[in-house]
């Protein structure tokens, strides 16, 4: 499974890493599980619709 980063996550990643921000780095990670998880559900419908 492959997540799309955009420039601004990155950038926001980086100026986290820099600040040392753990409350800042959890949404962030929030919000990566919710669009992993979002396009896992969205897979396993796609496999469903083609039986």
Sequence with gaps: MVIQITPEE???MKQILLD???GEALNLIKIFHKRLTEQMNKGMKSHLEKR
Excluded: H, I, R
């Design 10 to 12: 990155l950038q926001k």
């Design 20 to 22: 040392e921000d753990p």
